[in-house]
DNA sequence: CATAATATGTTGCTTTTGCAACGGAAAATA
DNA sequence: TATTTTCCGTTGCAAAAGCAACATATTATG
């Protein structure tokens, strides 16, 4: 988000040269990977959106990231210690970027473009990736539903510089997103409008609080 | 954790070299740093246990991150959105080293050791971090106090390769770990107890199932 | 060692959340 | 366009979690 890199020319390099690697279409809904232990896949959203979606034992389904336009995943970025099933799902058409590595951070034998691309740009996309996580941390971290739902709105609207912004989820989506109930999201978010907190249009959620 | 890098010699020229660096020690319940936007500080805990520390507007506390040797903190990690107070805490007698960075990936004039080691190793640091953090996410998602409780024990146990092992918590500073009341979260370690899943002699917990 | 401070353990009561179920709206698909 | 599927919105009831208060144990500290 706040790279000041030039993530398109990377971009471009990272298609353009060396093997390893390969891109693919994927249309909504599709299962776009699964984390698997020590398979050394990384991956690179070019186009689309994307949920990191895992499902529990007990049934429940959790969003455990949202991933735009250039983000990175892949389970380098993941100690897999559970049996749970870790899958990334296109929440639209998607374009992503595979690459298998051997060590992350080293250039490959062939000394090519794209590596050297790589090995500049990884650190401080991953250090955009510590941000983002630890902006996860401060939401779940909320106590109840609704200061979950009034933390993440307030993060909404700060990166929207509006207090008027589209939900980038569905409701039943955003209730996995926060890891709670949807119909008891359903209920905070009625008593939100009814303590006139927030307005809800459609999709769309305007802040009435300072 | 997983970092297979020299830690100890880049630790050592870290300490040597450059000037833009402090070392210090703090004793037990001492406020090692604050999370302040745009001051560029990057820290490194040497020796001893500190908590990243977050107190809401509710009074509610959060410890967010517990670091032990080695791990790395200050506001790169962290998007300042909020107007809570982000502090460090000393945990036990810790040796911090701090240093302020212009950009945190290149390479500072006097081309030093110091900066030499810090550019190679910062990235698989930071990876680390990004593992850790997700594990993080993993705990927070869970839906209940116990499964809270029984992943986190399950996380203990992996790393201690043993079905019993030491809390590094107190039970207090668990609670505000996982994000729970401590008094709820007393009473389902007493159900985990009674319903045979856990033992508990003093600070140790034993897992009593598969 | 005495005393203060902090941590553990417990409980009654209240509030919040989850669960299950349903009808209607909207969106996807044949 | 008709029909199926998914999503939204709601509710009663049950379960879980939070709050407040307290007693006891343990740990720091003068």
Redesign the interface.
Known sequence: M?ANIDIENFILDFSNSCQKKQKKNFSKNEVITTYIKNRNQLCILLDGYADLV?YDL?G?R?I?EHFSKNALFGE????I??NNELLVEAKSNCTVLFYIYDD??HKCSNNCKFHENLSEN???L??N???D??????L????STR?KLLRYF??LS?RNLSKSFELPFSLTDLADYL?VDRSAMMRELKLLKEDGFIEKVGNRIILLYK
């Open positions: 706040n895992r007990n429940n959790t455990v380098v970025f993941y100690t210690t559970t992350i951070f990884l650190p401080q991953i250090l990736k510590v941000t996580l630890n902006m996860r941390i401060e779940l971290t909320q106590r200061d307030s993060l700060t890891s």
